[in-house]
């Protein structure tokens, strides 16, 4: 069944994130909303990370007392009002003007941590500057450039991040074919994409004015100053990131980090394995929001078999997919500590800022509260794998689009981009 929204009144009044998606879609122009929204190649993985959550159904309790309901818990033994942080997501600028800054403000107001981004607008002191309060990760994507890498170490420690988090699964950036139509090259958009960008003035000027297209602030300190637009920070990162990531590599990081260590593109129980042996604090169970691999697991069909292997002893966060309270409580009820978002604050962002990306937030902890009081498990700790039952996919997909990612309201289901 097709759901409907109207556009006739302001996304403070969403009462979901696929509402405030579909508003995102009207005012944003195509080239942004294919990159935030988009998955590789047929978006099997990308449609399967939502199905993967809608296989799974409740069983409740009754004639329970959930006048108070408490989603309050730890995040790599760190405080958090909900088991949620919000995930790396790059090129935000793209979407509101200083970008990463309002969601790091939106991360802090509502007491979750927020994760930066190798290829952030915002530098690392920039957010340290700017929101000293948040909880601070940072995502580490591994160049080929030694020393650019042990430098980025040091700014990291000195911008007061808690947590490291080096993604694994991007050593060959996965076939995002829409996204990629939207340009005749790394520093060009296709000239009907062109056009289009000029048709969304509200867009240009929230984004744009007064500077221009942002660049990545994190690389700016190794480009040329010839070569420091966007651009050519977009070229530099897709060149030098390395083709030899291995478990020696992240070995040597473990040692030059004094923090927590999150490794970031888990799948499955032998790689989580090798993640504490290396001496990692937690694993992040993703498929990068189906934006790499099509055809890999969905993030909560891989849960269950990494949290055998290693929840007892790690840190072990989901990330991809999330769209629902109740999907973070899903994955809480499998065994994970919390989990990552990234599209659902971005929907959010791209609509009205911090304010916007807040009211993400909002929404999510009001469902996670709602379901947990109709579950009878009032307490994070309550929900487990006897709250579940499992359904099978073909109960709930209904009508499956060729193209999961244009199934939003009136044709459109969306992904999650880490």
Known sequence: ?????????????????????????????????????????DEITLGDNRRAFAAWGWQPRTLIDVETRDSRTRLLDGPAELPLA???????????????????????????????????????????????????WFQLYVLDDEAVRNDMLERAKHAGAEVLMVTTDTVVLGRREWDSRSYLNPRRL????????????????RALWPQGLPTLGNLMKYLPREQQSAGSAAGYINQRMT??????????????WPGKLLIKGILNAEDAREAKRIGADGVVVTNHGG???????????ALPEVVDAVGDSMHVLLDSGVRRG???????????EGVLCGRATLYGLALGG????????????DQLHNVMAQLGRPTLGQLDASC?????????????PQRPSDALPGGETPGDMP
């Not at 556009?7 to 990159?35: C, G, K």
């Not at 934006?291 to 069909?301: I, M, N, V």
Request: net charge positive; charged share 20%.
């Open 243 to 256: 083709r030899r990531l291995t478990w020696e590599v992240l070995a040597d990081i473990r040692k030059r």
């Open 354 to 365: 911090e304010a916007g990306a807040a009211h993400a937030i909002d929404l999510l902890k």
């Open 190 to 205: 296709a000239w009907p994409y062109l056009l289009d960008a000029g048709l969304h003035p509200q867009w240009a000027y």
């Open 388 to 400: 579940l039952r499992r359904l099978p996919y073909a109960s709930t997909q209904g009508d499956s």
């Open 86 to 136: 919000i995930a790396p997501t790059g090129y935000n600028g793209m979407l509101w003007r200083d970008g990463d800054i309002a969601l790091a403000k939106a991360a802090a107001s509502r007491g979750i941590p927020f994760t930066l981004s190798t290829v952030s607008c915002a530098s690392l002191e920039q957010i340290a500057a700017a929101v000293p309060a948040v909880r601070l």
């Open 291 to 301: 934006r790499q691999l099509d055809g890999a697991p969905a993030t909560l069909d």
């Open 326 to 336: 109740s999907d973070i409580a899903k994955a809480v009820a499998l065994g994970a």
């Open 1 to 41: 069944m097709k759901r409907r929204y109207s556009s006739h009144y302001s996304w403070r009044r969403a009462h979901s994130i696929d509402e405030l998606a579909w508003m995102a879609r009207q005012r944003l122009p195509a080239f942004a909303w294919e990159y935030v929204h988009g998955g590789s190649e």
